[in-house]
């Protein structure tokens, strides 16, 4: 007597489905068993569609504030003491002039709807890039069997962590009148030169990017059925390489300045 065959398809665990906001809440509290949904059924879209409201809308709204404009003209002025070394003092002060016209008297489109319509082109691009890197390595390199289209969608569902930081952040750099994140490192030692090595290595260390390096790991991870700590470790080796290799940078010019 022949045995009944059964097909491989019923015989796997079935993952059960999440919508869109049940993902967002996933990443967050259950981040292993929400990228096993993810990965079974890769839907980046509409993830993304949130992922740019909860970053553009508060970024937007801090930019079109008088605090904003303020806060946005002294990360400017900021950045332009790093190549003091290298502009005449009359240049200077003519950049300086044009960077408070922008900021302080320029239209709204120009200083808040410009930023947020950039933020709204280039997130999908950066998404592809980590992504096309991330599918590179895993899938060449280490012969991993997950698809771009999953690698995809898991790195802009990492950045759920990316959208609430903007959300939790800009009403504390509106109080704070700042355009610098507050879950920095940085933020413990406030008398360290601001271009200074050891300001910007710390400036570089974010409670945030931390997260997310940490759920992307998760994330990869389970698509790819290997060891989270070990996905963590290679990543936050190259945080560590970026941290320093800017940190160094912003110390060159420094002392040039």
Do not use: C
């Not at 509290?29 to 929400?34: D, G, I, L």
């Not at 809308?57 to 404009?69: E, I, L, Y």
């Not at 704070?176 to 300001?199: C, H, I, K, W, Y």
């Not at 759920?215 to 698509?223: A, F, N, P, R």
């Amino acid at each position: 007597m022949t045995q009944p065959t059964i097909d491989a398809t019923e015989a796997a665990p079935q993952v059960p489905d999440k919508g869109v906001f049940a993902r967002v809440a996933g990443i967050l509290f259950s981040p292993r068993e929400t990228f096993a949904a993810i990965a079974a059924r890769p839907r980046p879209l509409a993830m993304l569609v949130i992922i740019l409201l909860l970053t553009t809308v508060p970024t937007g709204w801090f930019m079109s504030t008088a605090v904003g404009r303020q806060a946005m003209l002294d990360k400017a002025e900021q950045g332009m003491k790093m190549f003091a070394a290298w502009i005449p003092a009359d240049q200077m002060a003519q950049q300086q002039e044009k960077l408070s016209q922008t900021y302080l008297e320029g239209s709204i489109w120009r200083v808040a709807g410009w930023p947020v319509a950039s933020i709204i082109v280039v997130t999908p691009i950066i998404a592809a890039i980590y992504a096309g890197l991330l599918f590179f390595v895993f899938k060449v390199l280490l012969a991993g069997e997950g698809t771009f289209k999953q690698v995809y969608a898991v790195v802009v569902h990492s950045w759920v962590i990316t959208g609430l930081a903007a959300v939790f952040l800009t009403p504390l750099n509106y109080v704070r009148e700042s355009m610098d994140s507050a879950t920095t490192l940085r933020v413990f030692l406030p008398m360290l030169d601001d271009n200074g090595f050891v300001a910007s290595l710390l400036g570089s260390i974010d409670l945030f990017r931390i997260w997310w390096v940490v759920v992307l790991s998760i994330g990869l991870g389970v698509l790819y059925k290997r060891k989270t700590a070990s996905i963590a470790v290679s990543l936050f080796a190259v945080y560590a390489v970026i941290a320093l290799g800017y940190a160094t940078i912003a110390a060159m010019f420094a002392a040039r300045s």
